[in-house]
């Protein structure tokens, strides 16, 4: 009787963390380098694309390409062709398989594809269109899997700081891969971006594979403190009864007819428009426009990411504390998403409107602009495991695939806006301004008002009636 209640002390506690650095942090930083390299894969096509298509930055013997602005933007968006199809399946497979496994394996075969890019560009545009096609099929799980393991591995009064640095891995990768890549464009030439970064995901998806794991139960370096801490803190967060029954069929009735969840699709739609448009448009604004070299075109297009990927550690400190301060979740998750989305909007605007577009002041808006939108990693970006930490991989990669058909129709937008003969005009570039800070301000007014916190009555379906409709 004795050894029973002894065994259902332990079951319950400790609650409190461990007070060190543990095998939890371990993962969110490979999880980090995760994202990060992932994000070097998608992004350095923005930087390269200038050294492979104008011939004013041959500075060695590789082949520059003719291609025009429509094709430049189709090369820059088909990444998202594949990355889309591939998210609602990405993310089942994550949730029923192996996250872990399968985010090593995708990696691997991503940076595969990367590598073989200056192969197949002499063959035409459109077979780089194909080799990205594949790179977004094999990275779509990059998120779907990184949001199933932080909420295996994150305790809820650490989730803002630890899914934040996570996902900081997206700003850091852009911020180095800007300026390494065109460091290296203009000393060995463009094809070495790809060689690269493409190389650096080789390697993590192997060390992943071996050091990373789904969550504590299945890992064999954790120790049984830590383990039982994680474990009891995120039993807490939900109703214990439901948490200890076998997991249920995936509700999607109730997923898709949830109205904080559609408010979480629509904030999402909003990020990937203003993100996406700058990230793959800022080098050739400031090629175009500004008129910098390659080399300093890569720097300054990383200025704004350094300073969103410094501001996000203090964002999400600010997040937890306040949340330990008493503020409510939803409260907290508001505020932050306010400030990464409506700042940027009114930044943007404040661009648009300058009548010259003096090269400074541009540089300096942009950095304001990208910078607060550190705000949406413990906005809107943590917000599927607050709502359904049983189903958070599989409602993130439901929210990233619709919000991926915006990251592929934003450039194409921008390269019917902005045509090659109009890529010097900034009054043209100034309408994809607008557009952006329009939609950034529209996607955070839905998510303020219909958005929540709270964990949702769908996340554990406990009656018949409820797994009926999963």
Partial sequence: MK???VSQNEDKGPTTSPGRLGVRHLQILLLFFGVCFGYTLRVSMSEA???MSSTKHQSLDVEIYNWTSPERNLILSSFFWGYTVMQIPSGYIAGVWSAQKLLSIGMLLCGIFNVLIPTVASLGYFAVCICRV???????????CTHTLLSKWAPPSERARLGTFAYAGAQFGTVVCFPISGFVASLVGWPSIFYLFGGCALLWSIIFFFFGADSPSQSTRISE???????NSL????DEKSSNEPKAKTPWKA?????????LIIAH?????????????LPTYMDKVLEYNLEQNGMMAALPYLAMWILSFPMCWAADYALDK???RGVTRKVCNSIAHWGPAVALICLAAMQVHDSATAVAILVVAVGLNAGSLCGFQINHIDLSPNFAGTMMSITNCIASVVAIIAPLVCSAIVTTEKETDPTYWNIVFYVSAAIYFLGNLIFIIFGQAEVQSWNSPTSEKEIRMA
């Fill in 3 to 5: 050894s029973a209640e």
């Fill in 49 to 51: 694309i200038v050294a």
């Fill in 134 to 144: 594949g790179m977004g099929l094999c990275q779509s799980c990059l998120l779907p």
């Fill in 225 to 231: 403190k830590e383990r039982r801490y994680i474990e």
């Fill in 235 to 238: 039993k807490s967060d939900t």
């Fill in 255 to 263: 997923i898709f007819t949830s109205v904080p969840m559609w408010a």
């Fill in 269 to 281: 739609c909003g990020q990937n428009w203003g993100y996406w448009t700058l990230i793959t448009e």
């Fill in 326 to 328: 008493g503020v409510s």
